[in-house]
C-alpha cells in the first residue's frame, strides 16, 4: 500500500510536505499498512510525539488494554501506518459489490425493397447493486469526548484518567474543533479529547444503488445509386437511477449524541441518567439548526454498549433518483463523389443530428437541515436540459497506390460544427455554446510490412449534466461552513477566528464551455509476414494539449473576485444578510454560489 510521509496538508507534485520519516519521499510503498489508532471499542488518541502504545476499551467500554501503534501514529489522529494493533486497510474491502442484473434485447428488420430497409432495436436493462462499506477506514469517527461526558463515571478510574490526561490531544473531530486552541491561546472549542473509532461492527453502512435503462430505435438506411447510400434514424432512451446510503454518519446530530451528560435536572423524566447536552443546553453553535435536536438520545462510544435508538439518531440515510432522457434524430448521406485520378475514389460522408437530453435529480423529501448534515452527501434536488445540433463532413481518399516507396498513401479530413444550448430548470438560467472541431490523418504504407500514420485534431468534451447543473448545500458553521470575509475597518473579534459563517452552495454552471484539446498521434505498424504471418508490431505517441479546463471553483476566488476586482458576476454570487455591525453592508456573507468554472 501506499504510507503517507506526510505531516501537513499540503498535497501534490512539487508542493513542499513536512516529512515523518526525513529523506523519505512524501509517499512511500510498503507492506503492512493498517488503520491508524482505530477499533471497533474506541481508541484514546495518543500523540505523544515517539509513543508506540495508546489504549483501547474493552467491549463494554468500562476499562481500556494496551493497543500498539504503528510507526509514527502519533503524527495525526487519522490515516495510516505500518504496524500495529489497527486493523489491515484492505480488510472486507469490497473491490466487486454485490450485482443483479437483467436484460432483454429485441431486433427485427424489413426489407421493403432491394433499396430500402427499416429495422427496429428495443432493450430493457436492470441492475441493482450492493456495496456494504466494512473496510476499516470506510465507517469511522473521530469523536469528542468532554470531561463531564456522561460515560465516564462508569469507567475504572484508569480509563477516566486516560482520557482526561489526554485533553486536547487532536484538533479535529466530527465537524467540530475539540480541545484546540490557535496562537496565542485564543480557545476554538472547550477541553476536550479524542477517541478514534470504526463503528462498522454497530452500524452497517451500505450503498445501494438501481439503475433501470431502456432504449428504442426506428430508423431506415437505403441505396441512392450504386455509389451512394443514406441512412436515418430516432432513438429514445431513458435511465432512471436510485441510490441510497444507509448508515451515513452525520454531523451535528452525530455530536450532539456523543455529547451526553448526566441530567441533573430535579423532576426530570431522565433525572440522574444520560441525556444529550443539547436537550438541556440548546445547540452546540448558534449557526446549528434547533430542529436537529429533536430526537436526540445518548450515544455511548466507548466499547460496544451503544443503544440502537442512539445509532439511528446518529448515522442516517441518505437518498438520491434521478431520471434521464434523451431523444435523437439523425441521418447520414455517403458515397463516392470523385473516381480520383488512379489510386482510388473520393469518398465523402455528411450527416446532421439533433440531440434532446433532460435530467431530474430527486434529493429525497428530507428537510434541507437533516439532509445537509453530513460529511458525505449526494446534494441537492435540482435538473436541466441540454439541446444539441450537429452537422459534419468527411472525405477520405488514397492519393498513392501500388508504387515504389508508396504502396498506399490515404488522407481523412473531417470537420464537425456543435451547437450546445443548456437549461438550468431549477435557477432558470441557461448558456449557448458554439464551436467547430475537426481532425486531419493519413496512412502512408512505403512498403509492404511498414505502415506510418499519424493525425493532428482539434477535440472537446462537453460539460456534463453535473458540471451544468448540479447543486449541493453546505451549511455554516462546523469545520467547512466559514469563509473570510474582507470587508476592512471592522472592529476586532468580529467574527470567530474560523472566519465568517456562511452557506456555501456548489452549483453547475449551464454557461460552462467544453473542454478543448489539440491532439497530434505519430506511429508505426510493422507487419513482417512470411513466417511470420499474423505477427504485428506498433508504437505510436501522443501529444495532447488540453485547455479551457472544466473545474469546481472556490468561495475564496469567488470572494477575492468580488471584493478586490469588483467582479460582477462574482458580486451577483454573494448574498449578504443584515449587517454584523453598522455601516459596513458588506460585513455579512450569509451565502457564496461556488460554481464551476473553466
Known amino acids: 500500500g501506499l504510507f503517507s510521509?506526510?505531516?501537513?496538508?499540503?498535497?501534490?507534485?512539487?508542493?513542499?510536505?513536512?516529512?515523518?520519516?526525513?529523506?523519505?519521499?512524501?509517499?512511500?510503498?510498503?507492506?503492512?499498512?493498517?488503520?491508524?489508532?482505530?477499533?471497533?471499542?474506541?481508541?484514546?488518541?495518543?500523540n505523544t510525539p515517539g509513543a508506540t502504545t495508546a489504549f483501547r476499551f474493552n467491549d463494554a467500554g468500562t476499562d481500556i488494554v494496551p493497543f500498539a501503534m504503528g510507526q509514527f501514529g502519533w503524527t495525526g489522529a487519522s490515516g495510516t501506518t505500518i504496524g500495529g494493533d489497527g486493523e489491515s486497510i484492505y480488510k472486507n474491502l469490497s473491490l466487486y459489490p454485490d450485482v443483479e442484473r437483467k436484460t432483454l434485447y429485441g431486433s427485427a428488420e424489413w426489407d421493403f425493397s432491394d433499396t430500402l430497409t427499416g429495422f427496429v432495436d428495443v432493450s430493457w436493462g436492470n441492475v441493482v447493486g450492493v456495496n456494504h462499506q466494512w473496510a476499516p477506514g470506510q465507517n469511522t469517527a473521530n469523536t469528542c469526548i468532554r470531561p463531564d461526558n456522561a460515560y465516564l463515571g462508569a469507567m475504572s478510574t484508569a480509563a477516566r484518567n486516560e482520557i482526561l490526561a489526554r485533553n486536547g490531544n487532536s484538533p479535529f473531530s466530527t465537524n467540530v474543533f475539540c480541545g484546540f486552541t490557535i496562537p496565542p491561546g485564543i480557545p476554538l472549542s472547550p477541553p476536550a479529547t479524542v477517541l478514534t473509532k470504526d463503528w462498522s461492527d454497530q452500524n452497517d453502512q451500505t450503498v445501494t444503488t438501481d439503475t433501470e435503462v431502456t432504449r428504442f430505435v426506428v430508423g431506415l438506411n437505403g441505396q441512392l445509386s450504386e455509389t451512394w447510400s443514406w441512412d436515418a434514424y430516432y432513438q429514445n432512451g431513458k435511465t432512471t437511477r436510485d441510490q441510497t446510503g444507509q448508515g451515513y454518519q452525520t454531523n451535528w446530530r452525530y455530536y450532539m449524541a456523543t455529547d451526553a451528560i448526566i441530567d441533573t435536572r430535579p423532576g426530570s423524566p431522565t433525572f440522574n441518567q444520560p441525556v444529550c447536552r443539547a436537550l438541556i443546553s440548546g445547540v452546540p453553535d448558534p449557526n446549528v439548526d434547533p430542529s436537529l435536536i429533536n430526537g436526540c438520545l445518548p450515544l455511548n462510544p466507548f466499547g460496544k454498549a451503544a443503544s440502537q435508538g442512539a445509532l439511528d439518531y446518529a448515522f442516517g440515510d441518505l437518498t438520491e433518483s434521478n431520471v434521464i432522457n434523451q431523444d435523437v434524430y439523425a441521418g447520414t448521406i455517403s458515397g463516392q463523389l470523385w473516381k480520383g485520378w488512379g489510386a482510388?475514389?473520393?469518398?465523402?460522408?455528411?450527416?446532421?443530428?439533433?440531440?434532446?437530453?433532460?435530467?431530474v435529480n430527486n434529493a429525497g423529501n428530507l428537510p434541507r437541515a437533516q439532509r445537509t448534515d453530513f460529511s458525505l452527501q449526494y446534494g441537492d434536488s435540482f435538473s436541466g436540459e441540454t439541446t444539441v445540433k450537429e452537422g459534419f463532413a468527411e472525405f477520405e481518399m488514397p492519393l498513392l497506390r501500388d508504387l515504389?516507396?508508396?504502396?498506399?498513401?490515404?488522407?481523412?479530413?473531417?470537420?464537425?460544427?456543435?451547437?450546445?444550448e443548456n437549461t438550468d430548470r431549477?435557477?432558470?438560467?441557461?448558456?449557448?455554446?458554439?464551436?467547430?472541431?475537426?481532425?486531419?490523418?493519413?496512412?502512408?504504407?512505403?512498403i509492404d510490412w511498414l505502415r506510418l500514420r499519424g493525425s493532428r485534431s482539434q477535440d472537446l468534451r462537453a460539460a456534463s449534466f453535473r458540471e451544468l447543473y448540479y447543486s449541493q448545500s453546505i451549511p455554516p458553521g462546523g469545520i467547512f461552513g466559514y469563509v473570510q470575509n474582507p470587508t476592512t475597518g471592522l472592529p476586532p473579534n468580529t467574527y470567530p477566528p474560523a472566519g465568517d459563517a456562511a452557506w456555501q452552495i456548489l452549483s453547475g454552471n449551464p454557461n460552462l464551455n467544453p473542454e478543448e484539446s489539440l491532439t497530434e498521434t505519430y506511429g508505426f505498424v510493422i507487419s513482417p509476414g512470411g513466417g511470420a504471418e499474423g505477427l504485428h508490431f506498433s508504437a505510436d505517441y501522443y501529444e495532447i494539449t488540453i485547455k479551457g479546463g472544466q473545474r469546481l471553483d472556490g468561495s475564496?476566488?469567488?470572494?477575492?473576485?468580488?471584493?478586490?476586482?469588483?467582479?460582477?458576476?462574482?458580486?451577483?454570487?454573494?448574498?449578504?444578510?443584515?449587517?454584523?455591525?453598522?455601516?459596513?453592508?458588506?460585513?455579512?456573507?450569509e451565502e457564496v454560489e461556488v460554481p464551476y468554472i473553466n
Open 556 to 589: 475564496p476566488s469567488v470572494i477575492n473576485a468580488c471584493f478586490q476586482r469588483n467582479d460582477p458576476v462574482a458580486c451577483g454570487r454573494i448574498t449578504f444578510g443584515p449587517p454584523l455591525v453598522p455601516g459596513f453592508p458588506t460585513s455579512n456573507i
Open 404 to 420: 515504389t516507396a508508396a504502396q498506399l498513401l490515404n488522407v481523412n479530413i473531417a470537420g464537425r460544427r456543435s451547437e450546445y
Open 426 to 446: 431549477t435557477t432558470g438560467q441557461s448558456g449557448t455554446q458554439s464551436f467547430t472541431t475537426w481532425k486531419f490523418a493519413f496512412v502512408y504504407d512505403p
Open 344 to 359: 482510388g475514389p473520393l469518398m465523402g460522408a455528411f450527416g446532421v443530428e439533433y440531440r434532446d437530453e433532460d435530467l
Open 5 to 46: 510521509n506526510n505531516t501537513g496538508f499540503a498535497f501534490g507534485a512539487g508542493q513542499p510536505y513536512n516529512p515523518k520519516i526525513p529523506g523519505q519521499p512524501a509517499d512511500i510503498i510498503t507492506s503492512n499498512l493498517r488503520q491508524n489508532q482505530r477499533s471497533h471499542t474506541g481508541v484514546i488518541f495518543n
